[in-house]
């Protein structure tokens, strides 16, 4: 399974985004897909998880009600909004892809894509 994010850029403050991830090479339906982000010098940091057919969603303490994690499976694709943009919310943003499992959201995932920069100007 391949993961490839888009539509990451260069936004302002107080705005709002909505990221991307493709999968391709798979049965995306059969996967819960997660995203992560990640500050150089910093570790990545798990952000929100999607469950396999779009029922279910798990959040960071510190993103919920601003983050929001979705699907569409016919269009092989989850995306990641992020509403009232900060400019700590500048990094490197990731999707990650798994088989459903029992346990923790935050670890565990098999695919990922390679990311997307996001850099919010104040």
């Known amino acids: 399974v391949r993961l490839k994010e888009s539509g990451g850029g260069l936004v302002q403050a107080g705005t709002s985004l909505t990221l991307s991830c493709e999968a391709s090479?798979?049965?995306?339906?059969?996967?819960?897909v997660a995203w992560f982000r990640q500050v150089p010098g910093e570790e990545r940091k798990f952000l929100g998880h999607?469950?396999?057919?779009?029922?279910?969603?798990y959040y960071a303490e510190s993103v919920k009600g601003r983050f929001t994690v979705s699907r569409d499976n016919t269009k092989n694709t989850a995306y990641l909004q992020i509403n009232t943009l900060k400019p700590e919310d500048s990094a490197f943003y990731h999707c990650?892809?798994?088989?459903?499992?029992?346990?923790?959201?935050?670890?565990?995932?098999?695919?990922w894509g390679g990311g997307t920069q996001v850099t919010v100007s104040s």
């Open positions: 990650a892809a798994r088989f459903p499992v029992e346990g923790d959201p935050n670890v565990g995932y098999t695919y």
């Open positions: 090479g798979g049965t995306f339906s059969d996967l819960a």
């Open positions: 999607i469950n396999k057919d779009g029922s279910g969603t």
